[in-house]
C-alpha cells in the first residue's frame, strides 16, 4: 500500500485551488506586495499555481512552468517580499484547518525555491 501524500493530505487539487483563491485574495489586499501582480491574469495565475503548488507537494499533476528563476526575473523580489507572501500562504492553509506538520512541509517545499526567486 503506497503511502499517503502531503498532496492527498491537503484534499487534492480541488482543495489546493481553493487555498491558492484564498492565498491570491490576502496577497492582493497586501500593499507591499500587490504591485508583484498588476498587469498578471489572476485567473491564469490562480490555475498555474494550484498546479505548482500539486506538483511540489507530490500529486499527480505536471507543472509545465517556466523554472522559478526565469518566471521571477526581473521582479526585484525581496526576502522581505517572500516571507510576507509566504506569510499569505500560511494564513490561507490555517483558513483550511491544515495541521501544523502539513502547513510546515508545505512551506518547506515553498522555500527551497526562495534562491531562485529573490533577486535582492
Known sequence: MSEETLYD?????PAIGAVV???????LA???VAHHFDDVDMSEQRSHQTK???????GPIQYGG??????HEGLSITDEEFDAIAGHLDD????????????????EAIDGFRAEIVEV
Open 66 to 71: 517556466d523554472d522559478m528563476r526565469t518566471a
Open 92 to 107: 490561507a492553509l490555517c483558513e483550511f484547518d491544515v495541521g501544523d506538520a502539513d502547513r510546515e512541509a508545505v512551506l
Open 30 to 32: 497586501d500593499e507591499s
Open 9 to 13: 493530505r491537503l484534499g487534492g487539487e
Open 52 to 58: 505548482f503548488i500539486s506538483a511540489v507537494t507530490g
Open 21 to 27: 483563491d484564498e492565498f491570491y485574495d490576502r496577497v
